[in-house]
């Protein structure tokens, strides 16, 4: 038989960085799989003789990694696969950039007050720049030319009398409330510790089936890479070992 495309794999999460159970888990799919590969392999010994070749061969430790690229980001995968903390919903945390400029204003108190989209709240400043991209100084209070000073409880921005009518840009970082939103603050916990799942992974091709379910992971890597020109696909990197019941890989073939 022959298999052709990425196919489809799910996680189903077994127990969190803690180690506790997950008894009523929410299978997640990597969305929008671009390839995903699983490798088998195992250490051998040779037994030889006087010979040139071994008289026997015997199988000494066995490994199993592989890799996924995955375009659709979804929180519950990631954390399910790699965190396995607690999370936040409804809670999304962003940076605004600016693409326009900002004008300082003409009369004192030359300040301006920063309106976050989505009705979110102003966290903290990512910086100002001239509209020659040259870093506003950010000071205490009383700023003088070329300098700011940034009130991060009302996201107010105030800016020299010299400066008044200058175009600057304002970046900062807000939260805001949006229902699909996941977030999380990921603990610094000892060592061992590591979320675990199983993983199925289907390829159909004219009729033909492959199906692998590997009964226990932990998630060895991801890797998220920004291009300029071209969608971010994350590398999920994991390894299979023995679940309680000794099971490591349950596969079936049409042929």
């Not at 298999?3 to 299978?27: L, R």
């Not at 519950?76 to 936040?88: D, E, R, S």
Request: net charge neutral; proline share 5%; with cysteine.
């Amino acid at each position: 038989m022959f298999q052709f495309g990425s196919g489809t794999a799910f996680a189903t999460p077994q127990s969190d960085a803690y180690g506790n159970a997950i008894t009523n888990p929410t299978v997640t799919e990597f969305g929008i799989l671009q390839n995903i590969s699983i490798d088998f392999g195992f250490d051998v010994k040779e037994l030889f003789g006087r010979q040139q070749f071994p008289v026997d061969i015997a199988r000494g430790k066995g490994k199993i990694t592989g890799k996924a690229s995955s375009a659709r980001l979804n929180g519950t995968l990631l954390n399910n696969v790699l965190f396995g903390q607690a999370v936040t919903a409804g809670t999304l945390t962003a940076v605004s950039t600016a693409n326009t400029p900002t004008t300082v204003p003409a009369s004192t108190p030359f300040t301006t007050v920063i309106t976050p989209p989505n009705a979110g709240v102003f966290k903290a400043g990512m910086g100002v720049t001239d509209a020659f991209g040259v870093p506003l100084t950010r000071v205490a209070s009383a700023p003088s030319a070329g300098q700011f000073s940034l009130d991060e409880s009302t996201g107010t921005h105030t800016f020299a009398s010299t400066d008044s009518g200058k175009s600057v840009f304002i970046n900062y970082q807000y939260t805001a409330t949006v229902t699909s939103a996941k977030q999380s603050v990921v603990q610094n916990l000892d060592m061992g510790n590591a979320p675990t799942f199983s993983l199925t992974v289907h390829t159909q091709y004219k009729g033909k089936i492959l199906s692998l379910t590997l009964h226990r992971c932990v998630s060895s890597k991801i890797s998220l890479a920004s291009k300029q020109d071209d969608y971010t696909i994350p590398d999920f990197e994991f390894q299979a070992f023995a679940d309680d019941l000794g099971r490591v890989v349950t596969w079936s073939i049409s042929e």
